[in-house]
């Protein structure tokens, strides 16, 4: 099993629907991240969490809202739908080294692949 | 903001020929990630350069890190069909310890 998971891998919605992609890992790492691939342009950041409590917005956080339920799962959510935000969505963890201030390696999910109409 | 910029953007090349890759910007980086990205999968941690300067190998694989830390590069010789997907550099720097991908290299090496 992957240690990164996220569902649904595809979801194809139409335009003012509300939109859940669910991230869980089994690495045991503090925090997560939700991106956002485009066609060239790279992977963008949504939202970061760095423990249950925190929640951080990232460069593209409009439009979208997250939850920590627990250290394990981190999850997505678009309140209404827009074509626009048709794209692939990654999920993303990484630990966090006591006395190092570091990003360290993000270990990715296999993605979750929007489409809204 | 900090940006990163890759370098080309698509390369398609033949089996056993040599490349590089760049991953330039205008700010000081902390350290360089270097990711590989294949079709359906996301993201996989290739290496990290941290050091000014400081070259890695792996394999077929050369990094470099710029001594100024605002550059990086990677080189594959005598690439194979395996090597193709989607090379992502991502530099950590400012603060909260994030980091800033840059847009992607596409590369393609037919047999």
């Known amino acids: 099993d992957a240690d990164v998971t996220q569902t649904p891998r595809n979801r194809i919605t139409k335009t003012g629907k509300r939109i859940m992609l669910e991230c869980s890992q089994t690495?045991?790492?503090?925090?997560m991240y939700w991106y956002r691939q485009d066609p060239g342009l790279g992977l963008r950041l949504i939202y970061y969490?760095?423990?249950?409590?925190?929640?951080n917005k990232g460069e593209i956080s409009d439009g979208y809202s997250v939850s920590r339920q627990a250290q394990a799962k981190f999850s997505l959510s678009l309140e209404s739908a827009i074509p626009n935000q048709t794209a692939l969505y990654f999920c993303?963890?990484?630990?966090?080294?006591?006395?190092?201030?570091?990003?360290?390696?993000?270990?990715f999910g296999e993605g979750s692949r929007l489409t809204v109409l | 903001t900090q940006l990163l910029e890759q370098s080309p953007q698509f390369l398609s090349i033949q089996e056993g020929e040599n490349l590089t890759v760049y991953c330039n910007s205008s700010?000081?980086?902390?350290?360089l990630q270097w990711y590989r990205q294949e079709p359906g999968e996301g993201p996989v941690l290739l290496v990290t350069?941290?050091?000014?300067?400081e070259v890695k190998k792996l394999k077929r694989l050369t990094f470099q890190f710029g001594d100024a830390r605002k550059d990086s590069s990677l080189h594959i010789t005598a690439a194979q069909p395996g090597d193709t997907g989607l090379y992502l550099c991502?530099?950590?720097?400012?603060?909260?310890?994030?980091?800033?991908f840059g847009k992607g290299t596409l590369l393609t090496v037919n047999p």
């Open positions: 993303a963890t990484s630990d966090s080294f006591a006395g190092v201030d570091r990003a360290g390696e993000l270990f």
């Open positions: 690495k045991g790492h503090d925090r």
């Open positions: 969490s760095f423990d249950v409590k925190d929640i």
């Open positions: 700010s000081v980086f902390s350290s």
């Open positions: 350069v941290v050091t000014g300067g």
């Open positions: 991502a530099g950590e720097g400012g603060s909260n310890y994030k980091l800033t």
